[in-house]
Each structure stands twice: as C-alpha cells, then as structure tokens.
C-alpha cells in the first residue's frame, strides 16, 4: 500500500486525535504509528505532539507543521485536480453574467458559435444593467470591465478595450475642437451616471502629466445607450469604451478628440469564483472567449 508522505501523515494523526484513531485510519499499529511519529520529530529536531496514553496536543512547533502542511496537501490536491479534469468532457448548465450593451453585441453572437462547439453545455446567458456578484447568484462566469472589485474570484483577461473621449462632426462645427483636458470645461459633456462617488470626474494622462477634468453639461443618463445616441446627435461631448464607438469611428459620425491623452482602460475581463477554476465547462468557455477575442472582437 502505499505510504503517506510525512505532511499526510502528521496531519492524519492529527485529525485522528490519538495515535490510535490514527493507526485505525492509517491502518497501521499504534506502535507504528508512534514510531513514525518519532522518527519525524528526530528528523525535524523538535517535539511536534505532547502526547500521554490517552490525549495529546500540539506544540508551538507542531502547530506550525500542521498548517503548512495543510495548506501544501491542499494546493497538491488541487494541482492534481486541474491535471485529471483536462480529460473530463465539459457539460453542463454554465450560468454567464454580462452587461445588456456589450453583452447584446458580443458575449450572445460569441454564445452562439460556442454552444455549436461544445454541444453538451447548455449557456444561461442572463444581462444585466449592472455586473452582478458571481457568488450571490450563483453564475459562473461574468463579464466585466476595468478595475475589477475586490472580491474572492479569479480573472482573466479577454480583450484590451480602451475609453476614449469623441464627438459628433456637427458639435465640433459649432463649439470647437478641445486640444487639452480643461478645454473641456467650455464644452458641453454628456456623463453616464454609474459611479456617483466619481461622478462627472474624467481623469487623463499624458506620460508622467496627468489631469482631472470635473465636467459638466445638461445631459446624463445611467444608460450607455442613451448617452451615445446623444453624442450622436450632436449635443456634447461624451467618454464610452472603445467596443461602443468603433463602429461610429469608422463610418465617420463620431472623432476622436485629445488623442495622445489617456484615459484609465476598460480591459474587458472574465471573472469566475474561485472555486469553479478547476471546471472543465468555465475553462472552455473563457479559453474560447480569449481566442475569440483576438478575432471578432477586434475594435
């Protein structure tokens, strides 16, 4: 049979409570077992258990050799779940959270090539104003954009996805081009409503310059969509990712303005609890969403 290793051991004996509980668990002696322990403690040159006939504790030292090996038996048992799952066929229900615009525009087509891909997952695409917490709603997946929040999850980017700052050819006919960020205190600035603590705030940066702009104007909207279609109508001056204004870039009826500034980046990431990292489902899902990424979803 084979033998635990020495962490597997102390933490068994521990577990165990007695040598003999542990020898019962290890399917040893308690001679043996008591005899291994020694060994370990010579090896190590400290007492680890205080132990009389009937109960025992951990020493200082003891206390340490335990939580390391804890934490070291766990991270080899994840390790070699990760291994063992890449031959496990991914299927299932994977519940994905997105943003109703970007969602809408990319995450749903990018659905619909991956469910043709691997026929077995069943995709619960549910959109949202707002990104949800993953853990309260139980998705597996979310979408979401910049900074991310400090939260017990791990996440990987997708797509490198700027903010820029842009206006319609008719509202710079009329009201000028800024050439630096507090040119834009004289121009009307549409601002989405998303971040009351941050509200009207656009922060730029040039190199090692960097600038913060409060703006103003006679239109906001907690709505991306409503803020663009503004700015398309020419009333002002708006910020909006770059997934958002590529195709009205393109075709002219929205410019670019102070470029050469920037502003904090939209990187669009996928987030996932801790805990489904290991998920054959969520790891082909946001292993596609990468490679996807590099394609269609070039702005």
């Known amino acids: 049979m084979k033998q635990p290793s020495d962490l597997a051991f102390f933490a068994s004996v521990v577990k165990g409570g007695s040598l003999s509980a542990a020898a019962q668990e290890l399917d040893v002696t308690p001679p043996a077992v008591s005899k291994r322990l020694a060994q370990l403690e010579r090896r190590l040159g400290v007492r680890l258990l205080n132990r009389t006939t009937r109960r025992m504790s951990l020493t200082e ?21 990760v291994v063992s799952s890449r031959r496990v ?15 809408r525009s990319y995450i749903a087509p990018a659905v619909s090539v991956f469910v043709r891909r691997y026929p077995e997952i069943q995709v619960q695409l549910q959109l949202t104003d707002r990104p949800m917490r993953l853990g309260d709603e139980a998705f597996d997946v979310g979408i979401r954009f910049g900074e991310l929040p400090d939260v017990r999850a791990v996440a990987r980017k997708i797509a490198a996805n700027r903010r ?12 000028g081009r800024p050439k630096v960020p507090n040119d834009l205190l004289r121009h009307d600035c549409i601002v989405l409503r998303q971040d009351e603590a941050a509200y009207g705030l656009w922060r730029f940066t040039r190199g090692r310059k960097s600038e913060t702009v409060k703006v103003r104007g006679t239109l906001s909207s907690n709505d991306g ?8 109508s020419g009333h002002g001056v708006v910020m909006r990712a770059e997934w958002d204004l590529a ?11 102070l ?20 998920s054959a489902k969520v790891r082909v ?15």
């Open 247 to 257: 195709r009205h870039l393109r075709s002219g009826r929205l410019e670019v303005l």
């Open 225 to 232: 969509e409503a803020v663009l279609n503004w700015a398309l």
């Open 164 to 175: 820029l700052v842009c206006a319609a050819p008719a509202y710079l006919e009329r009201a």
């Open 285 to 299: 899902f946001i292993d596609f969403l990468v490679e996807h990424g590099e394609r269609p979803m070039r702005w």
């Open 89 to 103: 066929a991914p299927k299932g229900l994977l519940r994905v959270n997105a943003t109703l615009g970007f969602g």
């Open 61 to 81: 030292e003891g206390e340490v050799y335990l939580e390391h090996s804890r934490r070291i038996l766990e991270e080899i048992e994840a390790m070699e779940r």
């Open 259 to 278: 470029e050469g500034w920037s502003l904090p980046p939209a990187d669009i990431s996928a987030v996932y609890p801790e805990r489904h990292h290991l």
